[in-house]
């Protein structure tokens, strides 16, 4: 993409107007509106908000998101169902208090009643009396693969849900509607399973040691060396966890006197790395290109906070695919954005990764974009790899940069080996490197 292509987008109103010359909603988005390109038949019945993009410059598709609208009624019912346990657990909090009830949970010590609260506030009232209530459909534990269906260990709790003891039994065949195995490596055969057994009886389940002392094997690099060509950067470099990869790699790169623009519904490792780092974090509205373009604006119009010198760098930070809201991040316009205010982008993709575009790389490749206007890629093993652990890919400069700065980088232990040949193989497999179809039709079986 071209910097005259990007202010086209952003001068110009085609990124606000539809294709039948709509006007967009405040928000930049379309409501209402549909430009599927799907046949009618996958259309959901009740599609209400549609985010609606289309910029023949950037690229051909017409870019489109539906979102069903909770129904007003199942609305009502879930907020009368939350003010109904409200009261009661104020009730029942009272009964408690007059020690009418048992209270299980945390309690001040009685010679610190006169100290400030350290348990007492609202998500601990959440917990005990909302959470506790419903806490056996969360963290079962499970037994077998997490495939399409699954095994549980059954259990049964004697006093509401407060502990739970085994009852011996297994719950088999249980439909599976959470687990992230989105392409289905994560099995206990098969080609993946098989590769991590020989590598497992080659290297062993663990290393014992950090890269930068004795932890760096030979398939550390073999996996970093394939990490790049997948995403067709010009260096990687991988960590033993996803989480890790966000709270660890951000503080490295930002600190005082650079600001970060972080998406309003960014992950939690986001979060952390950010308030870790140091740097003022300012939050956009989900998604919204008006919204970050005046936090640029302002930005640059003021710089920092007293003493107006110019930031030193503004990272934004976005993810692929939002994991709760399933949206997709507006790339070419997140682009278009950076390059005309000079900020730089760190893109997420633990969720879009191997699972989104015509090749399985991402939402980059979904949108037909050059990876090397993303500055710092991420991305996690955890999802469409059924593995473990994250990635960080981009320029040399950066990679050699991070090898030496980051703390999980230098800190912590590094991967386990048939974790590492689990990533090679199932993304060998997506790439098509094994000599078979197998990656692109489970890909393509997802996106469509
Ligand atoms: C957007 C995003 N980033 C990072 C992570 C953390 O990854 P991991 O679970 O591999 O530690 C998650 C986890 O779901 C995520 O959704």
């Not at 640029?296 to 695919?321: C, F, M, N, S, Y």
Request: some cysteine; glycine content about 8%.
């Amino acid at each position: 993409m071209t910097e005259s292509s990007a202010n086209k987008l952003l001068n110009g109103d085609a990124c606000h107007r539809t294709s039948n010359g709509k006007r967009s909603s405040k928000n930049g988005f379309v409501k209402n509106h549909c430009v599927f390109q799907q046949p009618q038949k996958y259309r959901r019945p009740r599609e209400k908000n549609q985010n609606v993009t289309r910029n023949s410059s950037l690229y051909k598709k017409p870019f489109s998101e539906s979102f069903e609208e909770t129904p007003l009624v199942v609305a009502v019912l879930t907020y009368m169902g939350y003010g109904i346990l409200t009261v009661f657990g104020y009730l029942r909090d009272f009964l408690r208090y007059w020690s009418m009830e048992k209270c299980n949970v945390a309690q001040e010590k009685e010679e610190q009643k006169d100290f400030v609260p350290l348990y007492q506030d609202f998500e601990n009232f959440y917990t005990r009396n909302l959470y506790m209530r419903i806490r056996d459909n969360w963290n079962r534990p499970i037994c077998s693969v997490p495939g399409a269906k699954m095994d549980l260990v059954e259990r049964a709790s004697h006093d509401y849900n407060w502990t739970f003891e085994d009852t011996g039994r297994v719950v088999k065949d249980v439909i599976n509607m959470g687990s992230y195995n989105y392409l289905g490596f994560a099995e206990n055969t098969g080609a993946c399973a098989d590769a991590a057994i020989e590598v497992t009886q080659k290297y062993g389940p663990g290393v014992g040691s950090t890269r930068c002392e004795m932890g760096n094997l030979d398939i550390h690099e073999e996996l970093e060396q394939l990490v790049t060509r997948f995403l067709g950067v010009e260096s990687s470099l991988a960590f033993g966890m996803g989480f890790a990869t966000n709270s660890m790699n951000i503080p490295a790169l930002t600190g005082k006197g650079c600001l970060i623009l972080s998406d309003e519904l960014n992950h939690a490792s986001l979060v952390l790395g950010a308030r870790l780092s140091g740097s003022p974090i300012r939050v956009f509205k989900h998604n919204n290109m008006i919204s970050l373009e005046k936090l640029l604006r302002d930005a640059i119009a003021h710089g920092q906070p007293r003493t107006h010198r110019p930031w030193k760098k503004i990272l934004i930070v976005v993810e692929g695919i939002y994991s709760m809201e399933g949206s997709i991040v507006r790339l070419p316009e997140v682009i278009a954005l950076k390059k005309r205010y000079k900020a730089y982008l760190y893109l997420d993709e633990a969720h879009s990764i191997g699972a989104l575009g015509p090749n399985g790389k991402g939402v980059v490749d979904y949108f037909g974009l050059d990876p090397k206007d993303v500055d710092i890629m991420m991305g996690t093993f955890t999802k469409s790899f059924g593995a473990a652990g994250g990635y960080i890919g981009g320029k040399k400069e950066l990679i050699d940069y991070l090898r030496r700065h980051s703390h999980s980088a230098l800190y912590a232990t590094s991967m386990s080996p048939p974790v590492i040949q689990q990533i090679i193989t199932s993304m060998k497999i997506i790439m098509g490197e094994d000599g078979t179809t197998l990656g692109r039709c489970q890909t393509m079986a997802l996106i469509t």
